[in-house]
C-alpha cells in the first residue's frame, strides 16, 4: 500500500525548475511511511511513499524493467502475482526482486495496455514507457484504491490524494458547484467528479493513456458486462444448492488470496455475517491466532460488541476493543475532517479511522467485509423495493390519506435505526421512478429540500434534477430484472464506490494501515452479478443466498442477526454535544459570507432538530462535513 504522485509535460519541455514533486509526495506520507522513491526526466517526475507489506527487502519503489525504459509507481496488492511470476518467467522474464510491482512491469512488456486485465487486486498505477513516450494509468475494477489527475496547458498532474495535487502551483481551488449539489443529495462527490472544478477522478476499472500527447481514456471492467441478462430462466433448488456451494468456494478463494502478507493480519470484526466470515476463514488457517478489532458505543442502539466478543470467544481469536466515547469521536470528527480533502457525509468515516489508529500497533494489515450487502442484498432499504410494489398497489386515494395518518404518528427518532426518518422519505417519494426512489431513500437531502437550500436563478432546472445526472449516466446502456437489481447495481457504482471505499481507504491509510475487503474479487463481483435478484432478498430476507452458504460457518445468532450499519449517535449528537460546533458553522453570518446555501432554510432545520420536531440528522451532518471541509480546504483558496 502506497501514495503515489506525478507530472508529465506532455510536450516533452523541461518542467519548471521548482518542480513541486517532493512537496506532491510530503502530502501523502501517511500513505507510505517506509521508504520514498522518485523517478525524473526532463519532462516527467514519478515518485512514491510505501507502506512496505511484500518484499520488505528488495520491493522498493519505482520499479523498472531490465532495459529500463518501462518503470512504475502503483498503490495496492496484486493477489494474483506469484502466478503472474510464474508465467512470465516461462515466457523468459527476468525478475530482480520478489515484490508484486515487478509483475506488473513485466506483464506491460507482454501484454501492452491490456496488462490491467490479468491483475486480480486493488491498485492505482502510473506506468511510464520511455520508448513510446506514453504514460498508462490505471485504476482497479471495483474503485478500491484512489487516483486523481489535473491537466492544463501542456501539464498532467496526478495523485493518490486530491491535497497532492494542490501542492502544484497551477492547480486553483475553485469549487465545482455541480459537485456541491451532488454532494448534497448523495453525502459525497460522485466519480468523475470531485469538489473542486479543475480536478477528476479516474473511474473504477478504467485507464488512462497518454501518448505523443494525446489522451485516451477507456473501461477495461465493466460491471453492466456480468448482469444477469433479462429471459433467462429461474432458478431451481438443485441449482440453487450448486450455487451455494459455488460461492462458499468462491468466498474462501477470495479471503486466501488477501492473506498474502509479509507483515501481522487481523480482522476488523462487527459481529455481522460479512466480517464474521472474514474471522472464519482465516481462522480455518491459523486457529486462535487472528487479531480482531472491535468498537464499542456507549449508546446501545450502536453498540455491536456483544456481537462482535461473541464471535471474537467462539473463534478463540485475539480480540481487541476499542471502547468509543463521546470526546474520543467528537476529537476523531475534528481530525479526520482535517484529513479529508474533499467532504463526505458518512459518519462511520470517524470510527473506522478511530479503529485503524487502534489497530495500527499491533498489524500492518487488516480485512474489512465492504461490498457484501451491495452485491449480496444486505441493506434494509432494498426491502423498501418490495414494499412500493403492494403500496403503490392502492388507490391513489386511499395511499393520501394512509400518508397523512402515519406521517402524523411516525416517531422523531434519535436511535441507530431512523424508522420514522425512512418511512416519511418511503412515503413521500414511492411513486417515482424506481431508481430515483432508491436514491432519494439512501441518500441526504430530499430532492425538496436540495432544491429549498440551493435555490437556482430563473429559467435553470432545480438543483434536485441536475443532482440526477451521476445517477442516469451509471444507469445509461444497463438492463435490470426488476427494481432491486438496479437498487443493487446504483449502489455498487455510486454508494460502495464513491462512498464505502473512499472512507475505508482515507481513515485507514491516515494511520499508515492497509485495509482489504475480500468481497471485492473481481471474480466473486462477476459471480454475484449474474445471480438472480430474488436468491439475494427472499420474502424480506436479506443476503438470502450469502447466508444460506456461510451458515455451516458461523453460530446461527450472528448468520440471523439484524443488519446494523457501522455508525455514531448523530442525530441525539446534533442536539447535545456538538450543537455549538454546528451553531457556529451553520450560523447565518458565515453562511451569508459563503453565498452557497439558503441561510433561513439551514437555520429552519436546525431549531426543528434542537427542539426535537423532526429529525434532520442526515442533512444537518451533511451541511456540518461540508462546513468543516470549507474551514480546512477552501475557506482562504
Known amino acids: ?344 457525509a458518512d459518519p462511520a468515516v470517524i470510527p473506522t479511522f478511530l479503529l485503524s489508529r487502534f489497530a495500527r500497533p499491533h498489524i500492518k494489515v487488516a480485512l474489512s467485509g465492504e461490498g457484501s450487502d451491495e452485491l449480496f442484498g444486505g441493506y434494509p432499504t432494498y426491502l423498501g423495493a418490495q414494499l412500493a410494489q403492494y403500496y403503490l398497489r392502492l388507490p391513489r386515494l386511499l395511499r393520501r390519506q394512509f400518508f397523512d395518518r402515519l406521517k402524523a404518528l411516525l416517531p422523531v427518532s434519535s436511535s441507530a435505526v431512523p424508522k420514522g426518518l425512512f418511512l416519511r422519505r418511503f ?33 435553470n432546472p432545480p438543483p434536485s434534477i441536475r443532482a440526477l445526472e451521476p445517477l442516469q449516466n451509471v444507469l445509461e446502456g444497463a438492463h435490470f430484472e426488476n427494481a432491486l437489481a438496479e437498487a443493487l447495481y446504483l449502489d455498487f457504482q455510486l454508494y460502495l464506490a464513491d462512498d464505502l471505499l473512499v472512507k475505508i481507504d482515507r481513515a485507514s491509510m491516515a494511520c499508515s494501515l492497509e485495509l482489504r475487503t475480500p468481497f471485492l474479487d473481481h471474480r466473486l463481483i462477476e459471480f454475484a452479478a449474474g445471480l438472480p435478484a430474488k436468491l439475494k432478498v427472499r420474502r424480506f430476507q436479506l443476503k438470502y443466498l450469502l447466508k444460506k452458504a456461510v451458515e455451516p460457518w458461523l453460530p446461527k445468532q450472528i448468520v440471523q442477526r439484524q443488519k446494523r450499519g457501522f455508525s455514531v449517535p448523530v442525530a441525539g449528537w446534533l442536539r447535545r454535544e456538538l450543537k455549538p460546533l454546528l451553531d457556529e458553522m451553520l450560523s447565518e453570518e458565515r453562511l451569508k459570507r459563503q453565498q452557497i446555501f439558503n441561510p433561513p432554510f439551514v437555520r429552519r432545520l436546525i431549531e426543528e432538530h434542537h427542539q426535537g420536531k423532526a429529525d434532520h440528522r442526515k442533512t444537518l451532518w451533511t451541511l456540518l462535513c461540508f462546513e468543516l471541509w470549507y474551514e480546512n480546504w477552501a475557506r482562504n483558496s
Open 427 to 459: 412515503l413521500t417519494h414511492a411513486e417515482k421512478d424506481p431508481a430515483v426512489r432508491h436514491q432519494i431513500w439512501f441518500g441526504m437531502f430530499a430532492p425538496e429540500e436540495l432544491d429549498a437550500i440551493l435555490p437556482e436563478a430563473a429559467g
Open 1 to 344: 500500500m502506497c501514495g503515489i504522485c506525478g507530472i508529465l509535460n506532455t510536450t516533452f519541455e523541461p518542467l519548471d525548475a521548482l518542480n513541486p514533486i517532493e512537496r506532491m509526495s510530503a502530502r501523502i506520507l501517511h500513505r507510505g511511511p517506509d521508504s520514498y522513491g522518485k523517478f525524473e526526466l526532463p519532462y516527467l517526475s514519478l515518485a512514491i511513499r510505501r507502506l512496505s507489506i511484500i518484499d520488505l527487502e528488495t520491493g522498493d519503489q519505482p520499479l523498472s524493467n531490465e532495459t529500463g525504459d518501462v518503470t512504475l509507481v502503483f498503490n495496492g496488492e496484486i493477489y494474483n502475482y506469484r502466478e503472474l511470476r510464474k508465467q512470465l518467467i516461462e515466457h523468459g522474464h527476468r525478475f530482480r526482486t520478489h515484490s508484486d510491482g515487478e509483475v506488473i512491469v513485466h506483464l506491460y512488456e507482454e501484454r501492452g495496455e491490456d496488462f490491467v486485465e490479468e491483475l486480480n487486486g486493488m491498485f492505482a498505477i502510473a506506468l511510464w514507457d520511455e520508448s513510446r513516450k506514453r504514460l498508462v494509468l490505471a485504476r482497479d475494477r471495483a474503485g478500491e484504491k484512489p487516483l486523481y489527475y489535473w491537466q492544463r496547458n501542456g501539464a498532467l498532474v496526478f495523485g493518490s490524494e486530491i491535497k497532492s495535487i494542490l501542492e502544484y502551483p497551477e492547480v486553483g481551488r475553485a469549487l465545482d458547484f455541480e459537485a456541491v449539489k451532488q454532494y448534497l443529495f448523495y453525502g459525497y462527490v460522485p466519480c468523475p467528479r470531485t469538489i473542486f472544478s479543475e480536478i477528476k477522478k479516474l473511474p473504477a476499472g478504467y485507464r488512462m493513456v497518454v501518448e505523443q500527447g494525446q489522451r485516451r481514456l477507456s473501461s477495461f471492467w465493466r460491471l453492466k458486462d456480468y448482469l444477469r441478462p433479462l429471459g433467462k430462466p429461474g432458478i431451481i433448488r438443485a441449482e440453487e444448492t450448486e450455487l451455494v456451494e459455488d460461492l462458499r468456494r468462491r468466498l474462501r478463494e477470495a479471503a486466501i488470496s488477501r492473506l498474502v502478507s509479509d507483515v501481522p493480519l487481523g480482522v476488523f470484526l462487527s459481529g455481522g455475517v460479512d466480517s464474521s466470515t472474514l474471522v472464519s476463514l482465516m481462522s480455518e488457517l491459523a486457529p486462535g491466532q487472528v487479531n480482531t478489532f472491535s468498537v464499542a458505543f456507549v449508546e446501545k442502539s450502536f453498540n455491536e460488541e456483544p456481537y462482535s466478543s461473541f464471535v471474537a470467544r467462539h473463534f478463540r481469536t485475539q480480540h481487541h476493543l476499542l471502547r468509543a466515547d463521546e470526546p474520543s469521536l467528537r476529537e476523531g470528527l475534528q481530525e479526520i475532517a482535517m484529513r479529508l480533502d474533499e467532504p463526505l
